[in-house]
């Protein structure tokens, strides 16, 4: 299975920028998608495809990478986006989660 | 507008059955595909399995042959089943649309197996 990982947890302050990895274990190619989850709510896609922008998501997020490395960028950083981000793969079989990475914001 | 919802029941006995139903709206179960994602509690997701929208499934092999997903088209449901449950089989089980990416998702339904 296509392992991915990511840092367990960051703390930002309100105006920054902050970066999220995930690396995979093999190529994924461009099939690569983020999550935000907030405890007790089920997870938001943010990001498909690597880099694009689900549809009411603010444009202070933003996807890239391609094949095994992938970061998410949130820019800037608000209060409201304390929650744990997922990446997820879907070019393998089987689709694979990240195990998330939980943002404080200070 | 699109809408998952799970049910099924909050507590199942170790060794039995776990049967839940998602049920949609606001789409087609034979334009788009539903999976199956769980979650146990203060852990991270993991993928179950899928039903596409043609009517085929696919499973992850981690769930061996415990696991069954079918649908019912006419009602828009689409069901997991998975039997042989284990006290790690405790978790929050959520359904989701996947296009490209798993854009809806239900509430969950959080289940407890218990000895």
């Known amino acids: 299975d296509t392992v991915l990982t990511q840092s367990p947890a960051l703390a930002v302050s309100p105006g920054e920028r902050v970066t999220i990895s995930c690396r995979a274990s093999?190529?994924?190619?461009?099939?690569m998608h983020w999550y935000q989850q907030k405890p007790g709510q089920q997870p938001k896609l943010l990001i498909y495809?690597?880099?694009n922008l689900e549809s009411g998501v603010p444009a202070r997020f933003s996807g890239s990478g391609s094949g095994t490395d992938f970061t998410l960028t949130i820019d800037p950083v608000e209060a409201d986006d304390t929650a744990t981000y997922f990446c997820?793969?879907?070019?393998?079989?089987?689709?694979?989660f990240g195990s998330g990475t939980k943002l404080e914001i200070k | 507008q699109v809408q998952l919802k799970e049910t099924g029941p909050d507590l199942v006995q170790l060794t039995q059955t776990l049967s839940i139903t998602c049920t949609v709206s606001g789409f087609s179960l034979t334009t788009y595909n539903v999976h199956w994602v769980r979650q146990p509690p203060g852990k991270g997701l993991e993928w179950m399995g899928a039903?596409?929208?043609?009517?085929?499934?696919d499973y992850n092999s981690a769930f061996k042959s415990r696991l069954s997903i079918s649908r019912d088209t006419s009602k828009s449901q689409v069901f997991l089943k998975m039997n042989s449950l284990q006290t790690d089989d405790t978790a929050k089980y959520f359904c989701?649309?996947?296009?490209?990416?798993?854009?809806?998702w239900g509430q969950g339904v959080m289940v407890t197996v218990s000895s």
């Open positions: 997820q793969q879907s070019w393998n079989d089987p689709f694979t």
């Open positions: 989701a649309r996947y296009n490209y990416g798993f854009d809806y």
């Open positions: 495809g690597a880099s």
């Open positions: 039903m596409w929208n043609g009517g085929g499934t």
């Open positions: 093999e190529s994924v190619s461009t099939g």
